[in-house]
Structures are given as structure tokens and as C-alpha cells.
């Protein structure tokens, strides 16, 4: 336990910031895993996909920018969560990430 009134008053904001951000990364996460779902479905509709991702993009800002998450992580999130459905949209099959070096033998 504490033993200063400003370690007491500390306590109490540490707690409404964690209900705060568990809260904030619970909606996140959510969002993130119906995304996902629809992206796993096959044939998700364009314009269902592109708003959800849209909102994904936005929690993951807002939540970045409060610091309940890195600013890093959200980027690379929404990069992982764009190219797939960039993919889907395409219908693009290709295994390959990038494209050969040059000087090096194909196979």
C-alpha cells in the first residue's frame, strides 16, 4: 500500500488508465478480428471491407496516439491489414513478397 497521499492518488490514476486502455484494446482488437474474418471469408464485399478497414486504421491511430500502443506497432499493422486486403481485392495469387535480386541465378 501506499504510504503518501500523492502515491495513494497515483494508484487510483494507474487503475482508471488500465480499465482506460484495456478498454481501448479490447475494441481494437475486435475490430482488427471481424476484419479479418471477412477478409478469410473469399468473396468479401468491397465496400463492407474498405469502411471496416477504415475503422481499423482509425482505432489503431487513436489508440497510437493515446500511447496505449506504439506508434510502430499500429503502423505495422495497418501495413499487414492493407496488403491483405490489397491481395483479396486484386485476386492476386503470388507467393513472392519481392522480386528477385539482380546477379542472382533464377532457379
Do not use: C, F
Amino acid at each position: 500500500m501506499p504510504h503518501t497521499p500523492s502515491a495513494y492518488k497515483e494508484l487510483r490514476k494507474g487503475a482508471r488508465r488500465r480499465l482506460r486502455n484495456r478498454s481501448a484494446k479490447s475494441v481494437l482488437k475486435t475490430r482488427v478480428k471481424k476484419l479479418l474474418t471477412t477478409l478469410e471469408s473469399g468473396s468479401p464485399e468491397t465496400a463492407t471491407t474498405k469502411e471496416q478497414m477504415r475503422l481499423v486504421a482509425e482505432t489503431l491511430d487513436k489508440t497510437a496516439s493515446k500511447g496505449i500502443i506504439h506508434w510502430r506497432t499500429a503502423a505495422r499493422k495497418k501495413s499487414r491489414l492493407t496488403r491483405r486486403l490489397n491481395k483479396l481485392l486484386s485476386g492476386s495469387t503470388s507467393t513472392t513478397a519481392h522480386p528477385p535480386e539482380a546477379g542472382k541465378p533464377q532457379e
